[in-house]
């Protein structure tokens, strides 16, 4: 038989009757799992909201003249495992609340486009009464989205969850102050031995792979040239030789550099040497 829009549309409702089923069943256990008191309390008034947005479906097929079927919906099963998936990897704690409020949002917003649908098709078939039934609860479920990112947010008064669950740096500077830090002159000797090392990696890969090209282009002469067996061996031999001959002077840049980096730091001390000998000369003077 030939589908209809009307076919569409009765799809789709047994599709977030389900949903709302499904919905309803989690929603306990997520609040359950939620530090927060705002947020817990946040699901609770969601879970009897649901509870009234099953009313109105089931309303929605009476007039309907329809006795619903059983269609599950894959897509909330998908949404609400996560939440689970949730609960499993993060104790119990604002970054697990921020981890909630992010997939409870993402069902907030599966609905939110469901009864958009439903919605618009009910008006379309001429449902006028089911299309307000279902009007009622697309504005419920926009409402508990608004509420969520609210508490996520926080408001003009109040910090939100996902604050809470990023506390500020010098709390972490905080609880590693104990250990040792290197100063800033250690620091900045290490980074120019870094950029000293890295300069030297790359002088030594230019080097091989110019060397490399090298030894192809006489590879491909090799080959092409009609040349003795004898002229290939001593070829082999000479390469190698020219890859240290360039390697040592790369080597003897690199470490002129580590000695011209080591000669700036007691230029530095002398400077400081003079300024504490000329501060006592004004003192004996
Ligand atoms: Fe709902
Ligand atoms: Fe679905
Ligand atoms: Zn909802």
């Known amino acids: ?15 977030i009757l389900s949903a709302e ?7 306990p256990k997520v609040a359950e799992a939620s530090s927060s008191p705002e947020l817990k309390a946040a699901f ?17 097929f009476r007039l309907l003249k329809l006795k619903p079927r059983v269609q599950f919906c894959k897509g909330t099963k998908g949404l609400i495992d996560e939440c689970n998936e949730v609960i499993k990897d993060y104790p119990k704690s ?3 609340d921020a981890a909630l409020i992010s997939k409870a949002q993402r069902i907030e917003h599966y609905e939110i486009s469901a009864y958009g649908t439903v919605c618009t098709f009910a008006n379309e078939l001429g449902h006028k009464d089911i299309a307000s039934l279902l009007h009622e609860t697309l504005n419920e479920e926009s409402n ?3 509420k969520l990112t609210k508490l996520a947010e926080g408001g003009f008064l109040t910090s939100g969850i996902n604050h809470k669950a990023n506390p500020p740096a010098k709390t972490l500077k905080e609880k590693t102050a104990g250990k040792k830090k290197p100063s800033s002159s250690e620091d900045k000797a290490n980074s120019d031995k870094k950029n000293v090392t890295s300069l030297t990696n790359k002088a030594i890969a230019a080097t091989k792979s110019a060397v490399t090209s090298k030894k192809k282009t006489a590879a491909t002469k090799k080959k092409t040239a009609v040349a003795s067996n004898k002229k290939t061996t001593s070829a082999k031999k000479v390469a190698p030789k020219k890859t240290i001959a360039k390697k040592t002077v790369v080597k003897s840049k690199a470490s002129k550099a580590v000695v011209r980096s080591k000669a700036r ?18 003192k004996r003077a």
Not at 9 to 14: A, G, K, P
Request: charged share 40%.
């Open 1 to 15: 038989m030939e589908k209809t829009i009307k076919d569409v549309f009765i799809d789709e409702l047994h599709d």
């Open 21 to 27: 089923q499904q919905i309803a069943k989690a929603l």
């Open 44 to 60: 609770k008034a969601h879970l009897q909201e649901t509870k009234g947005q099953i009313r109105r479906l089931e309303k929605a």
């Open 94 to 96: 604002a970054v697990r």
């Open 144 to 146: 508990a989205d608004k």
């Open 265 to 282: 730091k007691p230029a530095k001390k002398s400077v400081a040497k003079r300024k504490t000998s000329a501060l006592g000369h004004r």
